[in-house]
């Protein structure tokens, strides 16, 4: 098949996460800008923050509220997967208008979630450590799982706010706070490796 545009699902189909995961897989795949790295890391946040929830759910007596804010970061996490589409489906449509103010701010927004989605990952490691130290030694490796891949859910993310400031000459105030989330989250995956 030559055209790869039109494999897996389009944005058109509606949220990534009500689509069969092959077929968000093979979206990712397609010739085509989005899904792209943005939608990808958010996943993966939405993945840590589910296995955080895991652990929190068998844990005998979870730290207050963490069982709620692991299902709060996961649906967050979920929701900015397709928000990172379409802000970066704003960036284009604003290079092709010329319109240099409504290029910057469709900028900003593409680097807003990525570091929205930095700050869940960052939350979600540092609950999952909580749970490796605490929680059932059973569940350890799901925890310690969910901080890993919640540490880089906030590397990449991280890396995707600098990426767009540089490209936009705009945000490297977003950028410095996005590293610091990523260095946050890896501090939480090393506790996990103490453990």
């Not at 968000?24 to 296995?51: H, I």
């Not at 540089?166 to 890896?186: F, N, T, V």
Request: proline content about 4%.
């Amino acid at each position: 098949m030559d055209d790869q545009t039109s494999a897996g699902p389009s944005l058109a189909d509606g949220r990534l996460a009500d689509q069969r995961l092959t077929d968000v897989l093979d979206a990712f795949a397609a010739r085509s800008p989005a899904p792209g790295g943005g939608a990808a890391v958010a996943l993966t946040a939405a993945l840590a923050a589910g296995l955080v929830a895991m652990a929190a759910a068998y844990a005998d007596s979870p730290p207050e509220g963490l069982p709620e804010r692991a299902h709060h970061l996961r649906a967050r996490a979920l929701q900015l997967a397709d928000e990172d589409a379409s802000a970066y489906g704003a960036v284009l449509a604003a290079r092709s208008s010329g319109d240099r103010e409504t290029l910057g701010d469709a900028w900003r927004q593409a680097m807003a979630v990525p570091l929205e989605v930095a700050r869940c990952a960052a939350e979600a490691a540092r609950d999952a450590a909580t749970l490796v130290e605490a929680g059932r030694p059973s569940l350890r490796g799901d925890a310690s799982a969910g901080a890993w891949l919640a540490e880089a859910a906030a590397r990449s993310a991280a890396r995707l706010v600098a990426i767009n400031a540089a490209e936009s000459g705009l945000g490297d105030d977003l950028a410095a706070q996005a590293a610091s989330l990523a260095d946050d989250a890896a501090a939480s995956a090393r506790r996990t490796a103490e453990a």
